[in-house]
């Protein structure tokens, strides 16, 4: 027996809450001098420091702090006046001090909140924490099919990690959301990366690992006010995942309670192909940790104003941005969201600012654009055309040398790197043909072909010129100006 996820809906009620940890784009390490840069041979950005050797002594990056600050001021975070670093107490193979430096008990930001659009609909995701500390290596497990440490031959251990600033957004649990709970995970997930990305305090490339999430999942019986044992799905790394892990585990745990079992705390892993998790190991409690004050670093006392002077320059953030573009651009709520989830938001608004439309603009990177990157498996940011080139495109169509037939030839010929708009009309000849007499030699050769359909239109069936006028863009490659033709036609059938 399954439950499905609609059916686990019927008895109980979700409450998840999401741990995401951000590699900060700083240029070195957390403690350390080392590069961050990745991709990097294993084991080449490392030192005594970040390889935890006898007698190294971390020092703080000051940029990693100011960029946890900002990250908690976007997040409408209180800034703590003093706070300090702990070490975390486990045995990991890629630890390699086998512990890690991190906060606990006093974080550097608390008590924000990150509003996320679902549905139409604002959802107010509380922030329990944001808080500083280094990242671990990255174990490789050789010779399985998984990539997983089960049915491997041997592992590695790559270090190059270990010790880059990371910064964990913890969020309050999130009850109340119903069937809508994945949506809303998924939401904040995006809305959290938007805010990392315009903030400039990192990458946030889910698929390198620069973002990544634990996904805290539980389930109450509908109306008892209890809630359930908690379990987490441990680094789910794309938006997608974040949805469907919610999703898969609601389904799993209302399983094994609707059987008698009962829900173990534990981590789980979650599998890109099946779409389902599974068990971990058993998850340890904060006292597991046996963390206590970092005896090697100082406590962290923020100045009042430098917190001042880094929240007044904050860049526009995307809620602030999202009703600036919806009212300027006369959007809903669903067409702007349309706009973000394609990827398209800055390639619109930089069309928009070298004078295209909203609605062309929207209508081009949504459309075509949208297609070829599809087509290619690449973000639609990523293609080979420029806002100015697609904005002359639109123009090039408002003023009637273009139809979006040829237009979308002008595109295929930016694209394969012809040239400008410009050169590529002139290049393949495209214009649009306007000329009457050139019109009406190839309007007389339909009508010619076409005894029966003139015959529909001269008995009163005008709707039959149609099939004239697509006779005539066949005869001129679809360079005709069809609401010229049309009119042509008419005047010659009358």
């Known amino acids: 027996m399954t439950v499905t996820y609609e059916g686990a809906l019927q008895r109980y009620e979700p409450v998840f809450g999401l741990e995401t940890h951000v590699e900060l784009g700083t240029t070195t390490k957390m403690f350390c001098g080392c590069l961050t840069a990745f991709g990097a041979?294993?084991?080449?950005?490392?030192?005594?420091?970040?390889?935890?050797?006898?007698?190294?002594?971390?020092?703080?990056?000051g940029l990693a702090i100011e960029?946890?600050?900002?990250?908690?001021?976007?997040?409408?975070?209180?800034?703590?006046?003093?706070?300090?670093?702990?070490?975390?107490?486990?045995?990991?193979?890629?630890?390699?001090?086998?512990?890690?430096?991190?906060?606990?008990?006093?974080?550097?930001?608390?008590?924000g909140y990150l509003d996320v659009l679902v549905g139409g609909s604002t959802i107010r995701v509380g922030i329990e924490r944001v808080h500083l500390e280094e990242d671990t290596g990255k174990s490789l497990h050789v010779g399985g099919a998984t990539g997983r440490i089960q049915g491997a031959e041997y592992s590695l251990v790559d270090y190059n990690r270990a010790g880059i600033p990371l910064v964990e957004v913890v969020t309050k649990p999130v009850p109340g959301t119903g069937y809508l709970a994945p949506e809303v995970a998924k939401a904040y997930v995006?809305?959290?990366?938007?805010?990392?990305?315009?903030?400039?305090?990192?990458?946030?490339?889910?698929?390198?690992?620069?973002?990544?999430?634990?996904?805290?999942?539980?389930?109450?019986?509908?109306?008892?006010?209890v809630w359930g044992t908690r379990t987490e799905t441990k680094n789910v790394n794309s938006l997608r995942s974040v949805e469907r892990a919610v999703r898969s585990e609601i389904a799993r745990q209302a399983f094994v309670l609707d059987s008698g079992g009962r829900i173990i705390q534990e981590t789980r892993h979650f599998?890109?192909?099946s779409g389902v998790t599974t068990s971990g190991r058993s998850k340890e409690e904060a006292q597991d940790y046996r963390y206590f004050p970092e005896p090697d670093l100082v406590p962290v006392a923020p100045a009042p104003d430098w917190v001042k002077s880094i929240g007044q320059s904050l860049p526009e953030l995307p809620s602030t941005r999202r009703s600036r573009l919806i009212e300027s651009w006369s959007l809903s709520e669903l067409e702007f969201e349309a706009l973000r989830n394609a990827g398209a938001l800055d390639a619109v608004e930089a069309t928009v600012a070298v004078g295209a439309s909203p609605a062309d603009a929207r209508k081009w990177w949504l459309g075509e654009l949208a297609r070829r990157a599809n087509d290619a498996g690449i973000e639609v940011s990523e293609l080979p055309i420029t806002p100015t080139e697609v904005a002359r495109v639109a123009e090039l169509v408002a003023t009637g040398t273009l139809n979006d037939k040829l237009a979308r030839q002008v595109i295929d010929g930016v694209l394969d790197g012809e040239g400008t708009p410009d050169?590529?009309?002139?290049?393949?000849?495209?214009?649009?043909?306007?000329?009457?007499?050139?019109?009406?030699?190839?309007?007389?050769?339909?009508?010619?072909?076409?005894?029966?359909?003139?015959?529909?239109?001269?008995?009163?069936?005008?709707?039959?010129?149609?099939?004239?006028?697509?006779?005539?863009?066949?005869?001129?490659?679809?360079?005709?100006?069809a609401p010229r033709v049309r009119e042509l036609i008419l005047e010659r059938l009358a």
């Open 41 to 61: 041979e294993p084991n080449t950005h490392t030192c005594p420091v970040c390889l935890g050797l006898p007698g190294s002594l971390p020092v703080v990056n």
């Open 271 to 273: 599998h890109e192909d």
């Open 190 to 225: 995006t809305e959290l990366r938007d805010v990392l990305r315009t903030l400039g305090v990192s990458d946030v490339r889910m698929e390198e690992g620069s973002m990544r999430c634990d996904v805290n999942t539980s389930l109450s019986v509908l109306g008892s006010g």
């Open 423 to 481: 050169e590529v009309v002139a290049a393949r000849g495209l214009s649009i043909v306007s000329d009457d007499s050139a019109l009406l030699a190839a309007i007389d050769e339909a009508v010619a072909a076409n005894p029966e359909v003139v015959a529909k239109i001269r008995g009163g069936k005008v709707a039959a010129v149609g099939a004239l006028v697509g006779a005539v863009m066949k005869t001129t490659g679809g360079k005709a100006d």
């Open 67 to 111: 960029y946890a600050i900002k990250i908690g001021l976007a997040l409408n975070c209180s800034i703590a006046s003093w706070c300090r670093f702990a070490r975390k107490n486990y045995f990991y193979p890629d630890m390699p001090k086998n512990f890690q430096i991190s906060q606990y008990d006093e974080p550097l930001c608390t008590e």
